[in-house]
């Protein structure tokens, strides 16, 4: 059943009613198996109702917008429901952009809201962005170290998941020992003295999986710090990826150095 303005059912079993927003929906002595995406007005009489949730509409189509932040300006180019791809066009990257643990941005549709320019100085940028996960409008804060947890369903704001990937390729079948890697950047600095702890992931099958290589917590005010895994083992050919992952520990990461016993 798909979106409509009035949803009146009697003396029937609706299986699943979804892909709203409808404005009301009625229903007496029926069965209803799942109500996603619920109408602002639901009167039910006489019904078992075997699941009521909210989320996201149902939209298959790709959508395409721009923004400029930090001096950065992206592409944001939304799979349908799969995935949220971003370009970046000072790094020449693209990246994957979700909300909680979703591969896809709630932000549907955005824009550089050149009248709110007054407005930055307390939301942190001029980026105005509208959510179809929860219908709301907000500005992007590049400062902020929570997302909105009412964005993913959650009942408090949650720590952004962050992952940066790295990789060291080498040719031959001979094996290259990996004496440990070295993390360089703006480390100490964060504000959230309860997300410290940065975590390295390594592959040597193409990134088909990853080993757990130890969880490093950086000491808040130590800006000196560096983040260095030690004894790494060796590595075969093609070479082996490199996954960072911190939850707002790590405000800028300028380098990874690995060290291979030749100097490097």
Known sequence: ????????ASQEQVLAVGAFPSQYLHSSQEQILANVKPTPNIS???INVYALARGSNVDPSVRAWTFTLDNHNYYVLRLGTQETLIYDDHSQQWYTWGSGDDRVWKAYNGINWHGG?????????????????????YFLNPFQDTDDGAVAGASSPFPFRREVYGQ??????????CFGVQ????????????LTAVDLYT??????????????????GNIDSRLYWRSLGSMKAP??????????SLKRIDSMEMLDGSGK
């Open 117 to 137: 320019e007054s407005w930055s100085f307390t939301y942190g940028s001029n980026v105005l962005v509208g959510d179809d996960g929860n219908g709301s409008v």
């Open 239 to 248: 070479g082996r990826i490199f996954k960072v992952v911190d939850y707002g």
């Open 168 to 177: 060291v390729s080498f040719r031959g079948y001979n094996r290259m020992p």
């Open 1 to 8: 059943m798909t979106a409509a303005a009035t949803i009146s």
């Open 203 to 220: 592959s040597d099958d193409r990134g088909q999986t990853y080993q757990g290589a130890g969880t490093l917590n950086i000491t808040t």
């Open 44 to 46: 039910m009489s006489q």
């Open 183 to 194: 993390l360089q950047g703006s480390i100490g600095s964060q504000t959230n003295t309860t």
